[in-house]
Protein backbone atom coordinates (compact mmCIF):
# COMPACT_ATOMS: atom_id res chain seq x y z
CA UNK A 1 0.00 0.00 0.00
CA UNK A 2 1.19 3.37 -1.03
CA UNK A 3 1.76 6.00 2.42
CA UNK A 4 0.21 9.46 2.21
CA UNK A 5 3.82 10.39 2.61
CA UNK A 6 4.96 8.65 -0.07
CA UNK A 7 2.01 10.50 -2.03
CA UNK A 8 3.05 13.22 -1.00
CA UNK A 9 6.97 13.23 -2.15
CA UNK A 10 5.96 11.97 -5.41
CA UNK A 11 3.70 14.75 -5.93
CA UNK A 12 5.84 17.42 -5.00
CA UNK A 13 8.79 16.12 -6.58
CA UNK A 14 6.53 15.85 -10.13
CA UNK A 15 5.33 19.71 -9.16
CA UNK A 16 9.12 20.84 -8.94
CA UNK A 17 10.36 19.12 -11.98
CA UNK A 18 7.24 20.41 -14.43
CA UNK A 19 7.80 23.78 -13.16
CA UNK A 20 11.58 23.86 -13.53
CA UNK A 21 11.25 22.43 -17.10
CA UNK A 22 7.22 23.38 -18.24
CA UNK A 23 7.59 21.21 -20.99
CA UNK A 24 8.17 17.85 -19.03
CA UNK A 25 4.38 18.55 -17.96
CA UNK A 26 3.01 17.87 -21.64
CA UNK A 27 2.27 14.53 -23.31
CA UNK A 28 0.36 12.69 -25.50
CA UNK A 29 -1.92 10.32 -24.71
CA UNK A 30 -2.92 7.42 -26.98
CA UNK A 31 -5.31 4.37 -26.54
CA UNK A 32 -5.57 1.86 -29.66
CA UNK A 33 -8.82 0.24 -29.99
CA UNK A 34 -9.72 -2.96 -32.07
CA UNK A 35 -13.71 -4.41 -32.89
CA UNK A 36 -13.41 -7.81 -32.61
CA UNK A 37 -16.96 -9.84 -32.97
CA UNK A 38 -19.28 -7.45 -34.00
CA UNK A 39 -19.21 -5.42 -31.14
CA UNK A 40 -16.37 -5.80 -28.71
CA UNK A 41 -13.76 -3.37 -28.29
CA UNK A 42 -9.96 -4.71 -27.51
CA UNK A 43 -8.52 -1.44 -26.05
CA UNK A 44 -5.01 -1.22 -25.48
CA UNK A 45 -3.16 1.91 -23.83
CA UNK A 46 -0.49 2.90 -21.35
CA UNK A 47 0.61 -0.68 -21.17
CA UNK A 48 -2.67 -2.01 -20.28
CA UNK A 49 -5.50 -3.98 -22.05
CA UNK A 50 -9.33 -3.69 -21.41
CA UNK A 51 -12.39 -4.94 -23.06
CA UNK A 52 -15.27 -3.08 -23.79
CA UNK A 53 -18.78 -4.14 -25.20
CA UNK A 54 -22.45 -2.82 -25.18
CA UNK A 55 -25.02 -5.51 -23.86
CA UNK A 56 -26.78 -7.89 -25.80
CA UNK A 57 -29.93 -5.96 -25.49
CA UNK A 58 -27.95 -3.21 -27.60
CA UNK A 59 -26.75 -6.28 -30.05
CA UNK A 60 -24.05 -6.78 -28.70
CA UNK A 61 -21.68 -9.65 -26.98
CA UNK A 62 -21.78 -8.14 -23.11
CA UNK A 63 -18.07 -9.32 -22.88
CA UNK A 64 -17.32 -5.67 -21.01
CA UNK A 65 -18.22 -2.50 -19.66
CA UNK A 66 -19.72 -0.07 -22.01
CA UNK A 67 -19.10 3.57 -23.02
CA UNK A 68 -20.94 4.99 -20.28
CA UNK A 69 -19.48 2.73 -17.69
CA UNK A 70 -16.02 3.35 -18.47
CA UNK A 71 -16.83 7.55 -18.63
CA UNK A 72 -18.17 7.13 -15.01
CA UNK A 73 -15.51 5.39 -14.16
CA UNK A 74 -12.79 7.60 -15.91
CA UNK A 75 -14.22 10.57 -13.56
CA UNK A 76 -15.02 9.04 -10.11
CA UNK A 77 -11.25 7.25 -10.28
CA UNK A 78 -9.71 10.60 -11.36
CA UNK A 79 -11.75 12.54 -8.71
CA UNK A 80 -10.79 9.90 -5.97
CA UNK A 81 -7.00 10.03 -6.99
CA UNK A 82 -7.24 13.71 -7.02
CA UNK A 83 -8.81 13.52 -3.28
CA UNK A 84 -6.20 11.02 -1.74
CA UNK A 85 -3.12 12.94 -3.57
CA UNK A 86 -4.04 16.57 -2.36
CA UNK A 87 -5.19 15.01 0.79
CA UNK A 88 -1.48 13.57 1.21
CA UNK A 89 -0.43 16.83 -0.26
CA UNK A 90 -1.80 18.84 2.61
CA UNK A 91 -1.50 16.38 5.29
CA UNK A 92 -5.45 15.66 5.71
CA UNK A 93 -6.10 11.92 7.11
CA UNK A 94 -8.74 10.02 5.13
CA UNK A 95 -9.73 6.36 6.76
CA UNK A 96 -12.39 6.20 3.82
CA UNK A 97 -13.54 7.18 0.32
CA UNK A 98 -15.91 6.28 -1.90
CA UNK A 99 -17.01 8.67 -5.08
CA UNK A 100 -20.16 7.41 -6.29
CA UNK A 101 -20.96 8.73 -10.14
CA UNK A 102 -24.75 8.75 -11.74
CA UNK A 103 -25.61 10.19 -15.32
CA UNK A 104 -28.71 10.59 -16.85
CA UNK A 105 -29.17 9.41 -20.56
CA UNK A 106 -32.44 10.02 -22.81
CA UNK A 107 -31.22 6.99 -25.75
CA UNK A 108 -33.72 9.03 -28.17
CA UNK A 109 -30.90 11.63 -29.11
CA UNK A 110 -28.18 8.62 -29.69
CA UNK A 111 -31.11 7.60 -32.10
CA UNK A 112 -32.08 10.45 -33.52
CA UNK A 113 -35.43 10.68 -32.24
CA UNK A 114 -36.33 14.39 -31.51
CA UNK A 115 -33.83 16.96 -31.14
CA UNK A 116 -31.84 15.78 -28.39
CA UNK A 117 -27.94 15.27 -27.75
CA UNK A 118 -26.75 12.14 -27.62
CA UNK A 119 -24.62 11.78 -24.44
CA UNK A 120 -25.31 12.39 -21.13
CA UNK A 121 -28.07 14.76 -19.87
CA UNK A 122 -26.72 15.29 -16.19
CA UNK A 123 -23.82 13.87 -14.42
CA UNK A 124 -23.73 14.08 -10.76
CA UNK A 125 -21.25 12.57 -8.44
CA UNK A 126 -21.34 11.91 -4.52
CA UNK A 127 -18.22 11.64 -2.41
CA UNK A 128 -17.95 9.74 1.02
CA UNK A 129 -15.38 10.65 3.57
CA UNK A 130 -14.22 9.03 6.43
CA UNK A 131 -11.59 11.55 8.28
CA UNK A 132 -10.82 12.34 11.63
CA UNK A 133 -10.10 16.30 9.85
CA UNK A 134 -12.06 19.19 10.01
CA UNK A 135 -14.73 19.97 7.59
CA UNK A 136 -13.07 23.07 6.95
CA UNK A 137 -9.59 20.74 6.01
CA UNK A 138 -11.22 18.34 4.00
CA UNK A 139 -13.34 21.34 2.07
CA UNK A 140 -10.02 22.53 1.26
CA UNK A 141 -8.79 19.32 -0.10
CA UNK A 142 -12.23 19.03 -2.20
CA UNK A 143 -12.13 22.46 -3.61
CA UNK A 144 -8.45 21.56 -4.57
CA UNK A 145 -9.56 18.25 -6.70
CA UNK A 146 -12.67 20.47 -7.90
CA UNK A 147 -10.47 22.88 -9.79
CA UNK A 148 -6.96 20.80 -10.66
CA UNK A 149 -9.21 17.25 -11.51
CA UNK A 150 -8.47 17.09 -15.17
CA UNK A 151 -11.07 14.33 -16.10
CA UNK A 152 -13.73 16.57 -14.62
CA UNK A 153 -12.28 19.44 -16.15
CA UNK A 154 -12.58 17.57 -19.36
CA UNK A 155 -16.48 16.92 -18.75
CA UNK A 156 -17.35 20.31 -18.04
CA UNK A 157 -16.12 22.16 -20.90
CA UNK A 158 -15.96 21.52 -24.50
CA UNK A 159 -12.56 20.17 -25.39
CA UNK A 160 -11.55 20.50 -29.19
CA UNK A 161 -11.93 16.87 -31.32
CA UNK A 162 -10.05 16.21 -34.18
CA UNK A 163 -10.60 13.12 -36.47
CA UNK A 164 -8.85 11.95 -39.57
CA UNK A 165 -9.88 8.77 -41.42
CA UNK A 166 -8.04 6.47 -43.50
CA UNK A 167 -9.30 3.88 -45.56
CA UNK A 168 -8.12 0.38 -46.91
CA UNK A 169 -9.82 -1.02 -49.96
CA UNK A 170 -9.61 -4.90 -49.47
Known amino acids: MTSPQKIKEVFERNAKAIKLRPSMG ?31 EQGGNNAGPGPGVLERAALGSCLALGYVQHAALMEIPIDNLLVEVETDFDARGMFGIEDRPPGFTKICYTLYLESPASDAELKKVIAEVDKYSPVRDDFSRAVPIESKVIINRT
Do not use: M, P
Not at 29 to 56: F, P, Q, Y
Open 26 to 56: KSTGKSTIRVENGTTCKIEGSGWNLTADIGT
